[in-house]
């Protein structure tokens, strides 16, 4: 796998023998808005290996409205994080899936330090690619950002040009509509702005030392966001590189 190898060296050094078989792995950390989402499902295409978002896990599951669905909708709706034990079981029942042999990218998860030494156990991480975005773009971003209610792909309304960072709007073609599948484009119940400071207050506590975990593994790859997603050739550059 030559795309990988720019971190083939980090990730030697912290490879067990079993892990070695494994596919290559990658993850993206990011406050919420920072476009790790969007950012994963356009690598995920370029690289031809799926992307894994646990909060898409869990908005399908409330959609199916079962009981495990109706706990999730409480914790999602105040934008609180999901107990480690029930999250990891949903993301490692998907990492089961035939689909992700060739490799796979993780959107959202892991998103605590015991997230991430229990995916440890079973998967070994080669690239975990960091975005960064200042906290103020990232509220803006993130309260004008629209999702169809049917397939989950993104939009954003906002147009920020603030010092270095200059983001254009991401429109659907057609106003309220999805380009990918015709569905309702739809503001999420947790993107309000009550609810975001609070989920980016749980970022900062929860997350954030996953960046010194992964960088002390020798695997982290850091990415300043200017553009939003049109800066995506470059991080592509980075992570093939
Ligand atoms: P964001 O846009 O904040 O990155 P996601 O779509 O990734 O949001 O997740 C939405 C919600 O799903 C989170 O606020 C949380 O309730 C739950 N969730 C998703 N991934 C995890 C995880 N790894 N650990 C705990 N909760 C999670």
Redesign the pocket.
């Known amino acids: 796998m030559a795309r990988f190898s720019a971190v083939a060296a980090g990730a030697r050094r912290v490879a067990s023998s079993s892990a070695a078989a494994r596919p290559p792995a990658m993850l993206f950390l990011g406050a919420?808005?920072v476009g790790?989402?969007t950012f994963a499902s356009r690598v995920s295409a370029d690289l031809g290996i799926p992307t894994i978002?646990?909060?898409?896990l869990?908005r399908a599951e409330i959609k199916r409205g079962t009981a495990r669905g109706r706990l999730l909708a409480e914790?999602?709706d105040r934008?609180?994080?999901?107990g480690d034990d029930l999250?990891t079981e949903m993301a490692l029942e998907r990492l089961e899936d035939d689909d992700t042999r060739g490799g796979f990218i993780l959107?959202?998860?892991?998103?605590?330090t015991a997230?991430a030494d229990a995916l440890a156990k079973h998967h070994k991480i080669k690239l975990a690619v960091s975005l960064e975005l200042d906290e103020d773009v990232l509220v803006e971003k993130i309260t004008s950002r629209r999702v169809c209610e049917n397939c989950g792909e993104g939009y954003n309304l906002a147009s920020i040009q603030r010092g270095d960072i200059q983001m254009e709007p991401l429109l659907p073609q057609r106003d309220g509509e999805c380009d990918k599948c015709g569905g309702n484009l739809v503001q999420r119940k947790?993107d309000t702005e009550d609810v975001v400071r609070n989920?980016l207050e749980v970022y900062r506590r929860e997350t954030e030392p996953l960046i010194k975990y992964y960088d002390s593994l020798g695997v982290l790859a850091p990415f300043p966001v200017r553009r939003g997603v049109q800066d995506l050739p470059e991080l592509l550059e980075l992570i093939k590189s």
């Open positions: 919420p808005g790790k989402g978002s646990t909060g898409d869990v914790t999602n934008g609180d994080l999901v999250i959107d959202g998860f892991p998103r605590t997230q947790d989920r």
